[in-house]
C-alpha cells in the first residue's frame, strides 16, 4: 500500500494516506488559511477579494441561501428585513428560515456585526428595540439554530463578520478555510470563514475536506 505522511492530524502529527483511494488527496488536509488587504465598504461582498471567496463556493453550490443579504443577489433564496432591498422576502431572519421546505448546500451569513449595527437596522423599519434586543450573540445563535434543518448534510456555510465564532463542532461543522480582510488604519479586520456539515463520526476520526482553494466544493 502507497503512503504519504503528507496530510496532518488535528494535532499536527503527520497521519499515513493511502494514495490508492479516492479520497487520499483531501484526506486531513489542514485548514486553509490567508489574508488579504481591501478597502473596507458596508457592502461586505463588494470587498474584492471577499467577492472571490464567497464565488470560488458558489461556483459548486446547486441550492444557496442568504439570510441577511440587503442588496445582493449571489444566493438562490434571499431575505432580509428591510423592505427598501432587493431581497425576494422581507422577513426577520428566523422566521425566514423556518419557513422555507428547501435543502440548502450553501448559506451565506453576513449579519449586523455589532449591537449598534443591529439597533440601526431595526430602526429602519421602524421596530423599536432595547438592549437585549441587539445582542448580536444571541441573534447569531438563532439564526443558526434555525439554519440546521435546512442545511444539507456536507453543506458550507460562510460566516463573515468580526470573529471566527462561526456555526461550530457543536453543531457538527468543521472549519475548511479562514481569510482575514485587513482594511487599514483602526478599521477591525473582516474574517472570512468557511465550514462544512460534518456528522460526528466524521468529526471526531476525520472525514473528507476538499481544499478550496483547489479543488472547490
Same mark, same amino acid.
Given at each position: 500500500?502507497? &503512503? ?18 479516492? $479520497? ?14 481591501? +478597502?473596507?465598504?458596508?457592502? &461586505? ?8 471567496? /464567497?464565488?470560488?463556493?458558489?461556483? *459548486? ?11 445582493? %443577489? ?15 422576502? *422581507? +422577513? ?5 428560515l423556518e419557513s422555507l421546505t428547501i435543502r440548502a448546500d450553501l448559506m451565506l451569513f453576513d449579519p449586523p456585526y455589532s449591537p449598534r449595527q443591529i439597533s440601526e437596522c431595526y430602526k429602519q423599519v421602524g421596530r423599536a428595540v432595547g438592549t $437585549? %434586543? ?21 453543506? /458550507? /456555510? ?17 472549519? /475548511? ?9 483602526? *478599521?477591525?479586520? &473582516? ?12 468529526? $471526531?476520526?476525520? %472525514? ?10
Open positions: 500500500m502507497e &503512503t504519504s505522511t503528507s496530510g496532518l492530524s488535528k494535532s499536527g502529527c503527520s497521519v499515513p494516506i493511502d494514495k490508492t483511494k479516492p $479520497e487520499a488527496s483531501t484526506l486531513c488536509r489542514p485548514m486553509i488559511f490567508s489574508r488579504e488587504w481591501a +478597502m473596507p465598504s458596508p457592502d &461586505t461582498f463588494s470587498i474584492p477579494p471577499i467577492a472571490a471567496f /464567497v464565488r470560488r463556493y458558489l461556483e *459548486h453550490s446547486a441550492i444557496s441561501v442568504d439570510p441577511f443579504s440587503r442588496n445582493c %443577489g449571489l444566493a438562490t433564496f434571499t431575505n432580509d428585513l428591510n423592505p427598501e432591498t432587493c431581497a425576494q422576502t *422581507h +422577513m426577520d431572519a428566523v422566521a425566514w $437585549e %434586543g441587539t445582542q448580536n450573540a444571541a441573534l447569531y445563535k438563532r439564526v443558526r439554530d434555525a439554519a440546521m434543518k435546512i442545511l444539507a448534510p456536507n453543506a /458550507v /456555510v460562510l460566516s463573515f463578520g468580526w470573529n471566527s465564532s462561526g456555526m461550530g463542532k457543536g453543531r457538527s461543522f468543521e472549519l /475548511v478555510e479562514q481569510m482575514n480582510v485587513c482594511h487599514g488604519g483602526a *478599521h477591525n479586520d &473582516t474574517i472570512c470563514i468557511a465550514e462544512r456539515r460534518r456528522d460526528k463520526a466524521q468529526l $471526531e476520526f476525520g %472525514g473528507e475536506m476538499e481544499p478550496q482553494s483547489e479543488a472547490g466544493t
